[in-house]
């Protein structure tokens, strides 16, 4: 049964065109039976794996890519040191192809450099151009390559805390690789981008973005980023993995449907047919309906998941932290497959071809059932390799219920199948058909695998016993971190700690022993409290962020509406300076009604508004007259900078208030002074108190009240 006839094409929006994983038509829903087949022998190391279109891509300092017949398309020379090519999973990969050529991230090892993207012909790899993204210690990697048209986008950003973070979104031309347009963000990592007609959508680690890609304007934005899980995008639908699940349309930036998983999602959803698949901290494959949002069914495995799931024939393929490969059923989450290959596996599916980072060989993915085994279908060979590997349902149902109890024996192994299938498979041994290496576990007797199911029982219970432990006290270390972070007012960094300690937390459960009810209790009790410490936080952060979101055009808009006015465009600066005012109402708004100190840590915002003063000596203004501005001069004050301006309604400098009731200067110019005393232009300015942020909005509503 020739497994490329099911015409399954894999492609991860990241790695080229589409996003997810797509599965052919010709799904099957009783497959229980898989055996591979060597395919072909990879002649190099293989690091990070991912695929584009139907090829297989990997590399650090060169990148090769191979066909699913092991044929080298291209291998580029190394790109220099200190830079590395981003093709791994996930979100931080760097990785996108199509017709016009293959456009890859490069991280940079170096704060003194910065990242770079390169642009290479699919065919043959030759570099055509690369762009150095700015040597300031913040943009040392570019990730998420997306094209739009004739530019290529991207995300650079450098590493550290989220906080730390200033990332930009760049548009380079395809052909030339020069630069089009950028948008820069104040905070935070960008963990993918998405195009959809005239939609870009920025995913953050706590927000996304939707922008007018004419105008690049924010259109809206949502507090749904799923820390760092890359949403996954179908069509006008965005799919974004996290505790909680959502389904985002992109044209009004609505949600769908939200669903609480209960688990902690560590990695990009995989998107089949009608089901999406993710895979969680603790060890968790969940399925969930793709329209609806509703969970269909929940597999643990041993280990944590850290690399999205593979959708390839009805079966998920998932690689666990111990270096176990598993296929489940995508109908019911079954196992019809388990190997232990070695820790750190990565590996990639495409077109029925399976390679991974250790082995040197491809190979060749076959699928049976019961039915194909009893029609002769499937031949003896792999009858023989599937009858060694494959559970049966009452192994299966004993796993499920059993699991807890034998969990970190042989080969650290989740559940307690393993001892059954391995007796079964030493059973076996002699007639067994070499379609794939044999575990290096394998017995040769059943007497000996007898001994070492008596020998898996000791360790399982020193095991038991220690490993929660080690798990329970790096999430406690984490917590402190997240503490200190909390009292630093470093929110995201605090996020971040929480989110680590969960991970612990998670992975503590699913070591212990089932009888260890008391110590499960506390681990509960502790994933509970360390959840609501991190929505706490999270809520924190993400009203940080909207009121820098908001202050910023809020600063800028007031500083085009003084512009405005001494240019006597009264229109413009009338709107503006109502703009500006609604805005930091909003944004005062939230930091009253917010529990937290949210400018504990003050805000700086940078103006940069798109209108200027033609001057900032009075005298060289055309709306100040000759005498006012001998006058100002007299009492020292030529620059729009000797204006001092006051914290209180009336507003006005006092030096002005003097000159005005001496009748020097007429009302008109003298408001015209107190507009220009709040000029700074792309100086920053500060924000450290609500009243701060009030006194900007009365400002503002000064302006709006003195235009006509």
Do not use: C
Not at 626 to 643: F, K, M, Q, Y
Request: hydrophobic share 35%; proline share 3%.
């Amino acid at each position: 049964m020739k497994r490329r006839e099911l015409g399954f094409t894999l492609a991860l929006g990241l790695f080229g065109l589409k996003e997810g994983v797509t599965v052919s038509s010709a799904q099957t829903s009783d497959i229980t039976q898989v055996s591979l087949n060597p395919a072909w022998k990879i002649d190099s190391f293989i690091s990070d794996i991912n695929t584009l279109d139907d090829d297989f891509v990997s590399g650090y300092r060169s990148l090769r890519r191979i066909s699913t017949e092991g044929q080298t398309i291209f291998e580029t020379t190394e790109i220099p040191e200190p830079y590395g090519f981003n093709v791994g999973a996930g979100w931080r990969n760097g990785l996108y192809g199509d017709d016009t050529g293959v456009y890859v991230g490069a991280r940079s090892n170096n704060e003194e450099q910065g990242g770079r993207i390169y642009a290479l012909d699919a065919g043959t790899g030759e570099e055509r151009w690369h762009y150095e993204e700015p040597a300031d210690g913040l943009h040392t990697n570019v990730r998420s390559p997306v094209r739009n048209g004739q530019n290529i986008l991207y995300a650079s950003m450098a590493s550290g805390s989220g906080s730390d973070q200033r990332p930009t979104v760049r548009a380079l031309d395809i052909e030339t690789g020069s630069e089009q347009w950028q948008i820069d963000r104040p905070e935070e990592f960008i963990t993918g981008l998405f195009i959809h007609n005239d939609r870009l959508v920025v995913q953050q680690t706590f927000n996304i973005l939707f922008y007018d890609l004419s105008s690049r304007e924010i259109i809206e934005q949502t507090e749904l980023g799923g820390g760092f899980n890359r949403a996954v995008q179908r069509g006008e639908t965005l799919y974004i993995p996290g505790e909680t699940m959502y389904a985002v349309d992109i044209p009004s930036a609505s949600e769908n449907w939200a669903t609480e998983t209960g688990r902690g999602v560590n990695t990009m959803a995989s998107v089949g047919e009608d089901r999406i698949y993710v895979g969680t901290e603790g060890g968790y494959v969940l399925a969930h309906n793709k329209e609806s949002g509703q969970q269909l069914w929940e597999t643990r495995i041993e280990g944590q998941i850290e690399y999205p799931p593979f959708v390839d024939n009805s079966l998920i393929w998932v690689a666990s932290g111990t270096g176990r490969i598993y296929a489940l059923s995508g109908t019911s989450g079954e196992v019809v497959y388990q190997k232990n290959i070695e820790p750190d596996l990565r590996f990639a599916i495409s077109d029925g071809i399976l390679v991974d980072n250790h082995r040197d060989t491809a190979f060749e993915i076959e699928y049976g059932s019961s039915a194909d085994q009893t029609q002769g279908i499937v031949g003896d060979a792999d009858s023989r390799e599937n009858e060694a590997t494959t559970a049966t349902e009452s192994e299966i149902s004993w796993v499920r219920d059993n699991g807890s109890v034998i969990a970190g024996g042989i080969a650290s192994v989740a559940g307690g199948g393993y001892l059954v299938w391995r007796r079964r498979k030493a059973s076996n041994q002699s007639t067994e058909a070499i379609s794939e290496p044999a575990d290096e576990e394998s017995l040769s007797s059943s007497h000996v695998a007898d001994e070492e199911s008596k020998t898996a029982t000791d360790e399982t219970t020193a095991d038991s016993e220690v490993i929660p432990d080690e798990h329970r006290a790096d999430a406690e270390a984490a917590i402190e971190k997240a503490v200190t972070a909390k009292s630093n007012d470093n929110y995201n960094d605090a996020a971040e700690a929480y989110s680590e300690a969960l991970s612990e937390y998670q992975s503590a459960l699913g070591t212990l022993a089932a009888g260890a009810t008391k110590k499960r209790e506390e681990i509960e009790t502790a994933i509970e409290s360390t959840r609501a410490e991190l929505e706490a936080v999270k809520t924190v952060h993400e009203q940080r962020s909207e009121i820098i979101d908001a202050l910023r055009p809020a600063e800028r808009i007031l500083q085009e509406a003084i512009a405005a006015y001494i240019e006597a465009d009264q229109t413009i600066a009338r709107i503006r300076f109502r703009q500006a005012r609604d805005t930091f109402g909003d944004a005062h708004e939230t930091i009253v009604e917010s529990e937290e100190d949210l400018l504990s840590e003050p805000v700086e915002v940078s103006g940069q508004p798109d209108r200027e003063l033609s001057s900032t000596i009075l005298s060289d203004l055309p709306v100040i007259p000759e005498r006012a501005a001998t006058a100002l001069s007299d009492a020292r004050i030529e620059t729009v900078d000797d204006l001092d301006s006051r914290d209180e309604s009336p507003w006005m400098p006092i030096t002005v208030e003097e000159m005005v009731d001496d009748e020097i200067i007429e009302e008109d110019i003298a408001t015209t002074l107190v507009l220009l005393s709040w000029w700074h232009g792309d100086k920053s300015y500060e924000f450290d108190t609500a009243e701060a942020v009030e006194r900007r909005q009365q400002q503002a509503n000064y302006g709006f009240n003195h235009t006509s």
